[in-house]
């Protein structure tokens, strides 16, 4: 079993980042057979499209479907992400469910919640390219309740959120960030709309415009943990990255299975 302890993001005791948890080969094989997919398997939203793998949630119950064979048989992702213990309190001990979303350079998502119908842990690979997740708080003194459903295309409603986030990870290609506990459920997360991403040099300060959807530069806290000689000079120099086009699967554990689990054994060859 991996250990999470050297993949821990510092300060974060509810964050781990793995680089290069899927080697380039995988990589290359995953992204084919993602754009090889039929056009009716993608679901279109307003600002970017996705698929969705495990079965469909109905009053937060799975209806559940078999996972593709390219996160069970090559390369065996579900397996993996077990093998690291994240999912170890999990219902199924690994996960069951998994939406991947396609983001074109200049797309983003809301801050959102994950939900209830999710065990709190969730992991999500990066494929392709590299993007800025943000992880904010609600803004203190607010009433009212959030939907939870920002994943499934739903924006968050009736809290008013902090726009200043609390913590920022630079997501390279091929790597897992797994989050759980707190962060997970007292906190949104969300990816700024842009076509590129700027960082602060080494002891610069932090811009006020970060998570405003504007273009400020941010200060990422796994800078140390960065394995792509790109990246590291970014964040180091306070350059600028630009976008590609990033297909992330973001894998979580649903509790409530329909039918007592049937199908989470089996998959669905393509």
């Known amino acids: ?37 039929p056009q009716p398997r993608w679901k279109k ?54 939406i991947m979303n396609e983001y074109l350079p200049g797309q983003g998502i809301m801050p959102h919640e994950d939900g209830p119908a999710y065990h709190p842990v969730v992991a999500t690979l990066s494929l ?8 904010y708080r609600y803004a203190p003194d607010t009433d009212g309740v959030g939907d939870g459903g920002g994943e499934s295309g739903e924006l968050q409603r009736g809290r008013a959120i902090d726009p200043a986030p609390v913590m920022s990870l630079l997501l390279e290609p091929r790597s897992i ?21 700027a960082f ?33 000079a970014a964040v180091r120099d306070g350059g600028v990255l630009r976008r590609g086009t990033r297909y992330s699967l973001t894998c979580r554990d649903v509790g409530r299975v329909s039918g007592a689990g049937r199908g989470l054994g089996r998959v669905l060859r393509r």
């Open 177 to 197: 960030v797994i989050t759980s506990g707190k962060l997970y459920t007292a906190h949104l997360h969300g990816i700024d709309a842009r076509e590129a991403d």
């Open 128 to 135: 392709g390219a590299h993007t800025v997740m943000n992880y």
């Open 45 to 98: 939203l307003a600002n970017r499209r996705l698929q969705i793998w495990g079965g469909d949630l109905a009053q937060r119950v799975l209806i559940p479907q078999p996972l593709p064979t390219i996160v069970t048989t090559y390369p065996d992702l579900v397996s993996r992400l077990a093998a690291t213990g994240a999912f170890a309190g999990t219902p199924h001990g690994a996960p069951n469910h998994i």
């Open 200 to 232: 602060l040099p080494a002891g610069g300060e932090r811009s006020a415009e970060v998570g405003t959807g504007e273009a400020g530069p941010v200060r990422v806290a796994n800078a140390h943990m960065l394995t792509g000689a790109a990246a590291r």
């Open 1 to 37: 079993m991996t250990s999470l302890v050297q993949y821990k993001v510092s300060g974060a005791n509810c964050a781990h980042y793995i680089p290069d948890f899927v080697t380039p080969d995988e990589e290359t094989y995953l992204l084919r057979k993602i754009e090889e997919s």
